[in-house]
């Protein structure tokens, strides 16, 4: 009976995790569409230059409208996976240890106990931030075989827009129809590496700063205002995966330029070395190039995680699911 109801536990605790991740990749992706383009067309020799993220932004609605949005079906799929890792983190982090009644204890005891404690709390703290480390690369490195092909498609439907130099032969009236085409001329898993060089380091930085934030933010915060903690946790969690978010993509931002520009090139011989391609950005753009599309990517962060956590505490309410 104990394992049937910890079998039900955990499918709608999925459930509520992928509608978070729906709802991330609803909020993040116009955001997502104008970093591919400032990507792609910022980084080319020849290719139109937008003046920032706002001016790129401008341009797509004045262009194509609505498209902004699209293909917004195709991120979808992956983001429910690849986003779980905020609401995976959320929930751990409010767990807390259980209290003990060290006030009981005699004085000099007291004291003696309090401080090991604190001690014995600190330790576990980092271990946890460790161990959520070592488990976020791991995962990361193991998604990006799922992400990979879908980017690719997602990428060569994003940059195909009126702004693209494609010819009106070379583009693709569908993500099936571009998934089909790519397989057959370049591969579906073009820009492999750079993908999994981008989630395992990216997962990594995320948990990391994502559990250290929250770990040391809800101590404080708690003891200060015990009758909050719900409101705490929420706020919490948005807090720190925002700043989790922005700490990852700082990090990965240029493989994410390189895997962008390997997987929309319509050159069959481009490399296919982040490395070397990250190298040719610099030569033509500096630093600068490498970090093409952080604005949009950081702006991002904040709105898609708390849209993500809203959205799973909602879900978790509707479908009976209670944590403290």
Not at 58 to 82: D, M, W
Not at 110 to 138: H, I, K, Q, R
Not at 298 to 306: E, G, K, M, Q
Request: charged content about 15%.
């Amino acid at each position: 009976m104990g394992e049937n109801a910890g079998f039900v536990s955990g499918y709608k605790e999925y459930v509520a995790g992928m509608l978070a991740g729906v709802a991330t990749v609803i909020v993040g992706h116009p955001f997502d569409t104008v970093k591919v383009k400032l990507q792609k067309h910022n980084t080319e020799a020849n290719g139109i230059k937008y003046k920032n993220g706002l001016h790129c932004t401008t341009r797509i609605l004045k262009t194509e409208g609505v498209c902004l949005l699209n293909p917004l079906l195709i991120p979808l799929f992956t983001g429910v996976i690849s986003s779980s890792k905020v609401i995976h983190g959320f929930d751990a982090s409010c767990l807390e240890a259980p209290e003990s009644n060290l006030q009981d204890l005699p004085g000099d005891t007291a004291n003696a106990a309090t401080e090991v404690a604190s001690v014995v709390d600190e330790e576990l703290g980092a271990l946890m931030v460790l161990s959520y480390n070592f488990t976020g690369a791991f995962a990361g490195g193991v998604v990006s075989f799922i992400l990979c092909p879908s980017e690719l498609v997602k990428c060569r439907m994003q940059v195909q827009g009126a702004d693209s130099f494609l010819q009106s032969t070379s583009r693709y009236s569908s993500p099936i129809d571009c998934a089909l085409k790519t397989e057959k001329r370049r591969g579906i898993f073009r820009g492999g590496g750079a993908t999994f060089l981008r989630e395992f380091i990216g997962n990594a930085v995320f948990f990391s700063t994502y559990e250290y934030m929250s770990y040391y933010m809800h101590k404080p915060l708690r003891n200060a205002s015990s009758d909050l903690t719900h409101v705490i946790d929420v706020g919490v969690g948005i807090f720190s995966g925002g700043l989790g978010g922005i700490a990852c993509w700082s990090a990965v931002l240029p493989l994410d330029v390189a895997k962008t520009i390997i997987q929309t090139s319509t050159d069959k011989n481009h490399t296919r070395n982040p490395v070397q391609v990250l190298e040719l950005i610099y030569r033509r753009s500096g630093i600068r190039g490498c970090y093409t599309g952080l604005g949009p990517t950081i702006v991002r962060a904040f709105p898609a995680n708390a849209a993500a956590i809203v959205t799973w505490e909602l879900a978790m309410k509707i479908l009976g699911i209670k944590h403290d």
